[in-house]
């Protein structure tokens, strides 16, 4: 049996791990992103970099979120760059519906609190497939 991919009842191959969001982790420029949207706003953005739009571009930049003086959890940003008209720095996150669970919703709302960094979201809405 050499070269036969050996498939289970939900199509995926074995010994695979199962994804909770369905997502395709992708590597682009030997960075790894956890999804194929991910990776392609990172594309977007360094078009965006290459045309001068922006710059500093960072990916997966952590924030320690501290309250008291103590550590309270980390959160990973997605990108963060900085717009090179106005100087302001840009942190977004890449997500779908089912990827705003309340933990991050959470995080989120620390990271303004005791850092005043605003997160902006990227939609990444599939469109539905049609039935026939």
């Known amino acids: 049996m050499v070269g036969v991919i050996r498939r289970g009842r939900n199509g995926r191959r074995r010994g695979t791990p199962y994804r909770k969001f369905h997502n395709i982790p992708t590597v682009v420029d030997g960075i790894k992103f956890d999804s194929r949207a991910e990776a392609t706003r990172y594309a977007e953005l360094k078009t965006m970099l290459r045309a001068g739009a922006i710059r500093d571009l960072d990916c997966h930049t952590p924030h320690p979120i501290l309250v ?6 980390t959160y990973v940003d997605d990108f963060s760059y900085t717009l090179s008209d ?6 977004e996150d890449v997500k779908s519906p089912a990827s705003k669970t309340p933990l ?3 995080k989120k709302k620390l990271l303004y609190i005791t850092q005043g960094i605003s997160i902006m979201e990227i939609m990444n809405i599939k469109p539905k497939r049609r039935k026939r």
């Open 86 to 91: 106005t100087g302001v720095r840009i942190t």
């Open 104 to 106: 991050y919703r959470m």
């Open 68 to 73: 008291n003086g103590k550590k309270v959890c």
